[in-house]
């Protein structure tokens, strides 16, 4: 079942002199079971996207549908905790939100909120903690010890303890190292395909939408400016130049091949594949 | 919780806007000694009508006084029904059940009420027509005379301007990490006893950590850039007394001198 905004606006603090439309009738069909990238500039409305997907954010006008629910502007929700155990979000720098003793404790907060027991949450934090990366020697020690990217991957083990269906990340490689954020993405792509989770990322890093993920949704000024999917998305790069993002090198090296007279494929997204038709051309003209 | 009246700066244009911040320091601390004299009714509708003139020359507006004081309702409904148990002389106004209401406990209360809004009234007019910046400026050279007895003047200055400035910043942070922990199932309002006091833990430890961590991080900073407390410093930003100021001290001694006079006789 797709995930549907229906004209959705939200403003923050409505009806004061500080008011800020930061979504304006946004119509936009999501659908489940794919790795969504969801890209625009700081201030386009991302974030506050994305907290509307467990509720954090309630829509001030239109609505939304998700999973089997309607949250719409014109009635207050209820049990909103129940949409909250299946659509899991993880904010940026989530490493801030870790405060247990001991990190096995801190990953079992969120499934004992939901109502698992002692054992069973313990369990999970057990399961979860080789997910991420790290290994179950970990989960006595207390979080506060740990490197900030070992935090990071505490606090993503945090929510998938709760087992949720659609897991949202805002930006979960930033400040990252290059091959930290690799095995961050490769985790969330290992959850997607192994575990059939519906995955939405926020991402400024295009190299990662093009490796990673399946669908994009371009935001721009609190409106939806494209979704589509992603190999579509970089046969034609002019919305990035147009939204001053640079394309991923695959991308910008085959237009800039392309443009000195190259007769090579726009479809083409792998170094391999630009190789071979580079190969191919030069072959051509010996 | 972005709609906090109190304590915050409003960008205006008017006279007691200009005014220089220890002028207003001074004339708070000179006003609030007069709101504690025993002055009674009459002494009270003068101050009531100098603070209302006050507001009006700064150009705050009524509903702005309103949502700083609204915080303090709780404590004046406390006040009177402590009064009420407490006091039990003078007439009996009414009776409530069997419960008897006396006329001591009903004037105490409102006594303490005009007070509690009238110094209310006073210090949001001196917070909200004077930057933080100016307003630590102001304590830190009113304090200055102190340092012969070692008083650390401008440390003490500097303490508050960072405390000040750091205020928005706890609050966003709160607020993030209460999104953060409700993703994970913690519900602020609802819940048992035992999961209420684990959600404010939940809240409270995230924020202590990363208030440690932004001490640190300016702590660094500063020192990065050769901050050195005790050293003496040139400013950009000279205060200087203008005959406004002057009037200011005048009208506030008038007052409180007035209302002196007014019990001695």
């Given at each position: 079942m797709p995930i549907t905004f229906q004209k959705l606006t939200h403003e923050y603090?409505?009806?004061?002199?500080?008011?800020?439309?930061?979504?304006?009738?946004i119509d936009l069909n999501l659908q489940e079971g794919k790795i969504t990238a969801i890209i625009g500039e700081t201030g386009s409305g991302k974030s506050t996207l994305v907290q509307h997907l467990n509720a954090l954010l309630l829509p001030t006008e239109g609505s939304l549908k998700i999973l089997d629910r309607e949250i719409s502007a014109s009635e207050k929700p209820k049990h909103l905790k129940s949409l909250r155990k299946h659509v899991g979000l993880v904010f940026q720098f989530?490493?801030?939100?870790l405060f247990e003793e001991t990190i096995a404790k801190d990953i079992a907060f969120g499934p004992k909120n939901f109502g698992a027991s002692e054992e069973e949450a313990l369990q999970r934090a057990k399961d979860v903690i080789t997910l991420v990366?790290?290994?179950?020697?970990?989960?006595?020690?207390?979080?506060?010890?740990?490197?900030g990217g070992q935090k990071r991957r505490v606090a993503i083990a945090g929510i998938l303890a709760m087992d949720p269906d659609i897991l949202v990340l805002d930006e979960p490689a930033a400040g990252l190292d290059p091959q930290g954020a690799k095995e961050m993405m490769e985790l969330f792509v290992r959850l997607h395909t192994e575990f059939h989770k519906t995955i939405f990322i926020v991402t400024h890093d295009m190299e990662h939408v093009l490796r990673y993920c399946d669908e994009v949704v371009v935001m721009d000024h609190g409106h939806v400016k494209t979704t589509c999917s992603v190999s579509s998305f970089f046969q034609d790069p002019s919305i990035l130049k147009e939204m001053g993002i640079h394309p991923p090198a695959v991308v910008s090296l085959r237009e800039s091949l392309r443009e000195v007279g190259f007769e090579i494929d726009a479809s083409i997204l792998t170094m391999e594949q630009l190789a071979q038709a580079v190969a191919k051309e030069v072959g051509h003209h010996e | 919780m972005n709609n906090i009246a109190l304590g915050r700066y409003l960008p205006l244009d008017s006279c007691i806007h200009r005014l220089d911040p220890r002028a207003k320091i001074i004339a708070l601390i000179l006003m609030m000694v007069a709101i504690f004299l025993p002055a009674g009714w009459i002494g009270y509708a003068l101050l009531g009508c100098a603070v209302l003139c006050l507001t009006v020359l700064a150009k705050l507006k009524m509903n702005f006084l309103w949502r700083s004081m609204k915080p303090m309702m709780f404590m004046l409904v406390f006040l009177l029904i402590i009064n009420l148990f407490m006091l039990q002389n003078g007439?009996?106004?009414?009776?409530?059940g069997s419960f008897p209401i006396y006329s001591d406990a009903v004037f105490q209360t409102l006594y303490i009420t005009v007070r509690l809004m009238l110094m209310i009234i006073l210090t949001t007019v001196l917070t909200a027509t004077t930057k933080p910046l100016d307003l630590t400026l102001g304590i830190e050279h009113l304090l200055s005379p102190f340092k012969v007895i070692h008083l650390p003047a401008h440390e003490i200055a500097m303490m508050i301007s960072i405390a000040l400035r750091f205020i928005p910043t706890l609050i966003e942070e709160t607020q993030r990490i209460m999104k953060a922990q409700a993703s994970r199932g913690v519900d602020m309002e609802e819940g048992k006893l035992k999961e209420k006091i684990m959600s404010i833990l939940s809240l409270i430890v995230p924020l202590f950590v990363s208030a440690f961590q932004h001490a640190d991080d300016l702590a660094n900073a500063m020192e990065a850039r050769g901050?050195?407390?005790?050293r003496t410093r040139t400013r950009y930003k000279q205060l200087h007394m203008h005959i406004g100021d002057y009037v200011i001290f005048a009208i506030c001694f008038l007052i409180l001198g007035g209302l002196l006079v007014f019990l001695w006789i």
């Open positions: 603090n409505a009806g004061t002199p500080f008011s800020y439309l930061a979504l304006d009738h989530p490493e801030y939100q990366g790290l290994d179950e020697s970990y989960l006595e020690r207390s979080p506060f010890e740990l490197s | 007439t009996i106004l009414f009776e409530i901050y050195v407390p005790d």
